[in-house]
C-alpha cells in the first residue's frame, strides 16, 4: 500500500534562515513524488515534482526537493525563508503500479511558521 | 485559463438534508478526482472519473455519496441525508486529458461543508 509520512506537524524558523519539511513516502513501483502547499481557507497549490532523472527538483517560490531512493525520502527545502512562505504543506505520492494509478496519497501536513 | 472552479464554496447543510457540490475541471482537462480534507488531517482520495466514467471510486463510502461526471456540465459530488461526520472540505483536482502518472494534479478552492 501507498503512503506518506511527514514526521514534524509543525517547523519553525527565522526569516533568512534555510528550512527543511521532511517527507518520508512507501509506495509499490516507481514513485511520483509531489509538494503542494496550502494558505488558509484555500485550495492546494503545486510546488514540484519528482517523476525520474536529477534527484534535485526547483520548484516555484525559490523551493526545491530532493529525492532519495534509498532512504525513500523527497524533504522540501528552500536557503533562505520568507515571511511569506508561512504555510501548510504536504507531500504526496503516485504509484505507477495496482488499481490505485489515478490517486495521490498525501501526508497529513506539515505547518511551516517563519518569524520575522 | 481559469483555474479549477468549485461552488459553493461554503454550505450548511442540517443532518438528513442532501449535499450537492460541483466542480468545472480546467480547460482541456478531463480527468477529475475528489478529496476530503479533516480538520487537522490530510487530503483523503474519495473517487476518480473521466467523462461519463467512474474509474475509481475506492475511497468513497458505500452508502449515501455518490459521483458524476456527466458530457456536458460539471463533476457533481452528492451526500445524501448528511451526517455531523460529513462535516469537511472537499476539493476537486483536475488534470490534463493525456494523463500520465507525472501529471500534477490542479485544484480548486474546496467546498467547506457544515452539517448543523
Known amino acids: 500500500a501507498q503512503s506518506v509520512a511527514q514526521p514534524e506537524d509543525q517547523v519553525n524558523v527565522a526569516e533568512g534562515n534555510p528550512l527543511t519539511v521532511k517527507c518520508t513516502y512507501s509506495v509499490s513501483g516507481n514513485p511520483y513524488l509531489f509538494w503542494y502547499v496550502q494558505y488558509p481557507n484555500r485550495g492546494l497549490q503545486f510546488l514540484l515534482k519528482?517523476?525520474?532523472?536529477?534527484?534535485l527538483v526547483k520548484g516555484s517560490y525559490g523551493f526545491e526537493a530532493e529525492f532519495n531512493k534509498s532512504q525513500t525520502s523527497f524533504h522540501l527545502k528552500k536557503p533562505s525563508a520568507l515571511v511569506s512562505d508561512s504555510a501548510l504543506y504536504f507531500c504526496a505520492v503516485r504509484s505507477d503500479r495496482g488499481s490505485t494509478l489515478g490517486r495521490l496519497y498525501f501526508g497529513r501536513g506539515t505547518q511551516l511558521t517563519v518569524w520575522p | 485559463n481559469a483555474g479549477v472552479m468549485q461552488n459553493p464554496r461554503h454550505l450548511v447543510r442540517r443532518r438528513g438534508q442532501e449535499a450537492r457540490l460541483r466542480c468545472s475541471p480546467m480547460k482541456g482537462h478531463s480527468h477529475v478526482y475528489w478529496y476530503r480534507q479533516l480538520p487537522e488531517e490530510g487530503l483523503k482520495f474519495m473517487v476518480y472519473l473521466q467523462k461519463e466514467n467512474i474509474i475509481d471510486e475506492s475511497g468513497m463510502p458505500k452508502e449515501r455519496f455518490s459521483a458524476e461526471f456527466p458530457k456536458e456540465g460539471p463533476s457533481i459530488l452528492r451526500i445524501q441525508q448528511v451526517v455531523r461526520g460529513d462535516s469537511a472540505a472537499y476539493f476537486c483536482a483536475s488534470s490534463p486529458s493525456a494523463s500520465g502518472f507525472y501529471n500534477e494534479q490542479f485544484f480548486g478552492p474546496g467546498t467547506r461543508l457544515t452539517v448543523l
Open positions: 519528482y517523476i525520474t532523472g536529477d534527484n
